[in-house]
């Protein structure tokens, strides 16, 4: 190979452009996409996965961008590298299933309630309680929560944008509410202010007492709570609190600040609670115990614990029972300046089945402060015997936490898909550890046929004690494969299995570039050199990285109790950068040893 061929397989397509910029519109946008490099030809994808010859759309012209949508382009050429991926989000206000562009719905009655206590916009007009308060430009002044425990199904209670109202107590009961007819409290936007409908910081204020408190003595079904912001909330039970008997709640776009506790699923809890796109700030506690068919979606968790020092002081903390719960498209920060301990992100105890965590961004905001601080950790933490079985870990991006994700008594659970990236203080530092804490003290059930596939895990310096990745003391048939552990300065252990070679099924087709730690593994893939695009910022294979077609394609595993399924994961991370939006892409020919596919 001559020396000029040589540096043209060397060299990469410079990075193409989108326009117009990424943001938030409120109309459709035409996204265009452009290359100033000789030759080149353009791939794009807009669900934010990264874009292939195979699997992506060649760019031909404008891109219709009706909905909220990450457009992503890059630029290929023969006999050069691909081009760095270029993404951008482009947010559509009028998009269907936005709570912040929701119309207010034509059923029942609306009554329509302004006050303009603490917190209010200058310019908010104090209500009366003379008015009848049907019309929005005659609300009343008081009594909306009584009025939501009494208004007839379907009907709607309308808080101004721009006010700050009363908790007014504690109950929310309404009987007459169900899943098919709901009632419903939401802000509306005064005539004489049109500019607050758009604006996050006019929804209305709830100061004090709850916005949802539905304990099992009142059970009650069939409620939304929409465009809200609640602070100063009563302590010990959080602004929304919720037993068993209680259901098909939804709360949506709300800000949840300056308290205790934001969400509490209290043990027995209800069921079918959704928590969407919503924010949670300044609290000791976002979301706290479990429930049945319950969804956490779409939310925004701010490095923040309301200065609480207890264990309690967690983004997510799922305790108590659940069946079927899910934990999904969150962008949590953790690590708050001033704490130092009981900060997990997210953190599973007590009894849960079929629970799944599936691509959270999970970002510890200050490392330097926080050693030995984990990222996920699904396992025991109480007295009494605990249990996790057929938990589901995908896709979710750990990011500066001295320690990634552990998962302990879980049963037949899969770990797959998921990047990690270590920090280098504290004086330990693990990536993924399976069974961690034995299992089965206390009563705790083994966590047996465990798989871990396709999971990236990258240590940007040299750590004090690390090991990238483990099964360790309970449990037999555990399946390990197509894992990539990359140390960027000094390395240490990579893989290491506590038991018995027997303990395990299948383990092959890992990749490190350090101390293997145990003997069992075959078809190892041996890194000497960064397989990646551009770590710490791009994971993906790079261009005759070792890691592409290198996994195994088997499909003799026992995945989730199912027998001959692949050994490794289908669906790899679609986009360079998290977003919320991203529902992974399928693997193309050979899978890749790690989180990505090239």
């Known amino acids: 190979m001559t020396l000029l061929v040589a540096l043209l397989l060397a060299a990469r397509v410079a990075a193409p452009a989108l326009l117009p910029a990424a943001g938030t519109y409120s109309s459709a946008q035409s996204v265009t996409a452009s290359s100033r490099f000789p030759g080149s030809t353009l791939y794009v994808t807009t669900t934010g996965a990264t874009p292939r010859r195979v699997g992506a759309q060649r760019y031909a012209g404008a891109i219709p961008v009706s909905s909220t949508s990450t457009v992503c382009v890059r630029a290929f050429r023969t006999g050069f590298q691909p081009s ?8 559509i206000q009028a998009a269907a299933g936005l709570c912040a562009s929701e119309s207010m719905r034509a059923t029942g009655t609306t009554y329509y309630y302004c006050d303009c206590g603490t917190g209010a916009d200058p310019a908010c007009v104090v209500g009366n309680d003379a008015n009848p308060g049907t019309n929005s430009s005659a609300p009343r002044r008081t009594g909306w929560k009584s009025r939501a425990t009494t208004m007839v199904a379907g009907s709607t209670v309308a808080l101004c944008r721009g006010g700050s109202h009363a908790g007014d107590g504690n109950n929310t009961e309404n ?64 602004a929304a609190y919720v037993e068993i008997g209680s259901a098909d709640i939804d709360i949506c776009n709300v800000y949840f600040r300056d308290s205790d506790m934001g969400i509490y699923f209290s043990e027995p809890s209800g069921a079918r609670v959704t928590v969407r796109q919503s924010q949670f700030a300044n ?16 939310n925004f968790f701010a490095s923040s614990a309301g200065g609480g020092t207890g264990v309690f002081d967690h983004p997510v903390y799922l305790g108590g029972a659940s069946l079927r719960m899910k934990v999904r498209n969150n962008e949590i920060h953790g690590c708050p300046v001033g704490m130092s301990t009981g900060t997990v992100s997210i953190v599973v105890h007590g009894e849960h089945e079929d629970l799944e965590i599936t691509n959270n961004l999970i970002q510890c905001d200050n490392p330097g402060d926080f050693p030995n601080q984990w990222g996920i950790q699904v396992g025991g933490g109480y007295s009494t015997a605990e249990h996790f079985r057929r938990s589901i870990v995908r896709r979710n991006r750990v990011l500066g936490h001295s320690r990634g994700i552990a998962l302990d008594s879980a049963p037949n659970s899969l770990v797959e898909g998921n990047l990690v990236v270590q920090t280098s203080t504290g004086s330990i530092q693990e990536g993924i550890s399976v069974n961690r804490d034995g299992g089965g003290g206390g009563g705790d059930e083994d966590g047996a046929g465990v798989t871990v596939r396709n999971n990236t895990i990258f240590f940007p310096g040299p750590p004090n004690w690390g090991v990238a990745f483990g099964i360790d ?27 018995s070679a027997g303990s395990y099924s299948v383990l092959s087709h890992n990749a490190c570039n350090s101390t293997w730690g145990t003997t069992y593994d075959t078809n190892r893939v041996v890194l000497s050199s960064s397989p990646f695009v551009s770590a710490p910022t791009d994971f993906t294979p790079a261009l005759g990285s070792p890691l592409v077609n290198a996994g195994t394609s088997s499909s003799t595993c026992t995945v989730l109790g199912t027998a001959a399924s692949p050994c490794y994961a289908p669906t790899a991370i679609g986009s360079v950068t998290w977003s919320p939006i991203d529902a992974g892409v399928a693997r193309i020919g050979g899978p890749d040893v790690g989180a990505y596919d090239r």
């Open 175 to 238: 009987t007459s509410c169900s899943a098919s007819s709901t009632c419903d409290v939401r802000d509306y936007t005064p005539a004489a202010h049109p500019e607050w409908a758009t604006d996050q910081t006019k929804r209305p204020i709830i100061s004090g007492g709850r916005l949802v408190y539905l304990p099992n003595n009142h059970p009650s079904s069939g409620f939304r709570y929409l465009n809200l912001q609640m602070a100063d909330s009563f302590t010990g039970q959080g």
């Open 473 to 499: 003391h309970a449990g037999t048939g555990h399946n390990a494969t197509n894992n990539a552990v990359f140390y960027a300065g000094t390395g240490d252990l990579c893989f290491v299995y506590q038991q």
């Open 84 to 91: 760095s991926v270029v993404c951008a989000t482009y947010t």
């Open 283 to 298: 609290l000791s506690m976002g979301v706290l115990g479990g429930c049945d068919d319950c969804l956490v979606e779409d």
